[in-house]
């Protein structure tokens, strides 16, 4: 995707987020804990995923966003990817990336309470949106460890990418349970 404004990824990001929600409707709760003949994680369990990640995403962009604000550079809200995060994003596409152990599901949290948790992280990252706008955020980094260092911006698309992986993933899984 191109983003020429923070606003720009925000706007994505809840449309992504809108058709997780739209595809998680139509699924039964004995749907949800089946795993795919693929071997791959249940729908629950990438639901919980999606929470765990949703979370570290918060505490990440909360402390980039202290630290701009801290700095009080201003900035006029525009953005743009650089090259080489366009590059790593082709390849993340075309990559199977294994999560690291903090974000591996456990299975046992129930859907509502995960879409519980990935709604709370929304609402928490939402609140950062005026000062994301407000503050150069390009003096503070992150590491991740499929991209390398990234400002408060880059984690955001990164999270709206990551959301929209896993609903594809869960359609698949979808396809395959009901076949």
């Known amino acids: 995707m191109k ?12 449309k992504i987020r809108e058709g997780l929600e739209i595809v998680l409707g139509g699924v039964s709760p004995d749907e949800a804990t089946k795993t795919p003949d693929d071997g791959s994680w ?3 369990q990438i639901v919980e995923h999606l929470a765990l990640v949703g979370g570290g995403t918060v505490r990440i962009c909360t402390k980039l966003v202290d630290g701009a604000r801290a700095d009080n550079k ?4 525009s953005f ?4 080489e995060f366009n590059h790593r994003s082709e390849m993340a596409d075309a990559a199977k990336i294994e999560a690291p152990e903090r974000v591996v599901p456990s299975g046992t949290v129930p859907i509502a309470e995960s ?7 929304r609402t928490a990252i939402n609140g950062l949106q005026p000062d994301m706008e407000r503050f150069d955020l390009s003096g503070h980094t992150f590491p991740h460890p499929f991209f390398g260092e990234l400002t408060a911006a880059e984690w955001l698309v990164i999270a709206g990418g990551h959301e929209m992986r896993h609903t ?3 359609q698949r899984a979808i396809e395959q349970i009901r076949h």
């Open 3 to 14: 983003y020429s404004s923070i606003a720009d990824i925000f706007s994505a990001n809840t």
């Open 42 to 44: 249940s729908i629950q």
């Open 74 to 77: 201003p900035s006029d809200g």
């Open 80 to 83: 743009s990817l650089s090259d």
């Open 115 to 121: 879409v519980q948790k990935l709604e709370e992280a």
């Open 168 to 170: 594809l993933q869960i």
